[in-house]
Nanobody
Framework: QVQLVQSGGGLVQAGGSLGLSCAAS????????MAWWRQAPGKQRELVAR???????TYADGLKGRFANSRANSKNTLSLQMNNLKPEDTAVYYC??????????WGQGTQVTVSS
């Protein structure tokens, strides 16, 4: 199977930056697309960014330019750099991976809190 372990996140003031990482292990050769999602209190989980195995990244509306999603296949890691953070970015962030193996595969979630 595929296991995803997240790190990073935390508390930052508005306008600050944070980074998230997601390390994949197990049958990583089976992973195709990876993505970041977030879920704010009382809201549905929403897609933040996705990236193909080849490194083609797409972002949710309004996030491109502030968020940068990258992937290092050789290290089986996914990273999300978040800049100019806003209070509305406060949420639990999750990484996910789609693979040829039965899934879905999710990270454990990481809290990001942006204070005003």
């Amino acid at each position: 199977q595929v296991q995803l372990v997240q790190s990073g996140g935390g508390l930052v003031q508005a306008g600050g930056s944070l980074g998230l990482s997601c390390a994949a292990s197990g049958r990583t050769f089976s992973i195709n697309e990876m993505a970041w999602w977030r879920q704010a209190p009382g809201k549905q989980r929403e897609l933040v960014a996705r990236i193909s195995r080849a490194g083609s990244a797409t972002y949710a509306d309004g996030l491109k330019g502030r968020f940068a999603n990258s992937r290092a296949n050789s290290k089986n890691t996914l990273s999300l750099q978040m800049n100019n953070l806003k209070p509305e970015d406060t949420a639990v962030y999750y990484c996910s991976a789609s693979s040829t193996l039965p899934g879905p595969h999710w990270g454990q979630g990481t809290q990001v809190t942006v204070s005003s």
